[in-house]
């Protein structure tokens, strides 16, 4: 009919780039595998520089309260506080990350940024080297022998 106006476009045929979706936040390929340190351990497979984001362990977002209800009795456990009220549950996160290890010597470090749990690169780490962080307090309460094996390890976790 003249005079219509063409009706406007519900959808676009390829879908929009939707905003605010991040990027993949893994930056560096990390594989897993069997730990000198303890069950299995987070390895880089490439090289890492000191300083660079390396990827973030995602899962399950559930209150502290939760977390620490499932974490009693549990001799390994994947979940972080990221705040007085939240933690994230890494268990059955894909994330090759929630595999990182204690250590008392680390090579990279835990960092929580709004609510999500960042590791990034201490040093220099090569390609094979396994990723150690310093838990700091866990909820083992020092009850769990560290097999780090690194010079001064504090021995307990
Ligand atoms: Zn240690």
Known sequence: ????????????????????????????????????IDGQGAFAAEPIPARRKIG?????????????????GQARIMIV?????????????????????HSCAPNATLRIRQGRVEIYALRDIAAGEE????????HHGGRLRCRCGAPGCAGRL
């Not at 973030?56 to 009693?72: D, F, K, L, T, Y």
């Open 81 to 101: 506080e990221v705040s007085q009220r939240r933690a994230v549950d890494a268990s059955r996160s894909g994330d090759a990350l929630r595999f990182v290890n």
């Open 131 to 138: 990723l150690g962080v310093n838990y700091g307090e866990s």
């Open 56 to 72: 973030e362990i995602r899962g399950e977002s559930i209150s502290v309260r939760e977390a620490r209800r499932r974490a009693r």
């Open 1 to 36: 009919m003249p005079g219509c106006p063409p009706p406007l476009p519900q959808q676009s045929i390829t879908p929009p780039r939707v905003r605010g979706v991040p990027a993949d936040p893994q930056k560096f390929a990390v594989s897993v595998a069997p730990s000198r």
